[in-house]
């Protein structure tokens, strides 16, 4: 199974930018899709967004949609979430995911692989 470790997450503003890094580990990449999940405290795993890892393209969920960028470097194995404008309402526990499928699925079940997770707590 690859691995894949989250880290970044931290305490900031609102308004404020912080980058996440999903380091992956164990299998070759080029046919998946590596996705962004969000847990606040109560809530369920939320879809954030999924990038290809051989290709690049890009999905959000509309409610980062503007504010959120993902992007990958291959050489790295490593792929960014990019978050400007951080909203309080962002809070939450940030997930990396993998789907081997390459299936271009919003949805945490279609993902075979998870990261630990990292926090981010924005306050006002």
């Known amino acids: 199974q690859v691995q894949l470790v989250e880290s970044g997450g931290g305490l900031v503003q609102a308004g404020d930018s912080l980058r996440l890094s999903c380091a992956a580990s164990g299998r070759t990449f080029s046919s998946y899709t590596m996705g962004w999940f969000r847990q606040a405290p109560g809530k369920g795993r939320e879809f954030v967004g999924f990038i290809t890892w051989s290709s690049g393209s890009t999905v959000y969920a509309d409610s980062v949609k503007g504010r959120f960028s993902i992007s990958r470097d291959n050489a790295k194995n490593t792929v960014y979430l990019q978050m400007n404008s951080l909203k309080p309402e962002d809070t939450a526990v940030y997930y990396c995911?993998?789907?081997?499928?390459?299936?271009?699925?919003?949805?945490?079940?279609?993902?075979?692989?998870w990261g630990q997770g990292t926090q981010v707590t924005v306050s006002s």
């Open positions: 995911a993998a789907n081997h499928q390459n299936s271009w699925t919003r949805a945490p079940a279609g993902y075979d692989s």
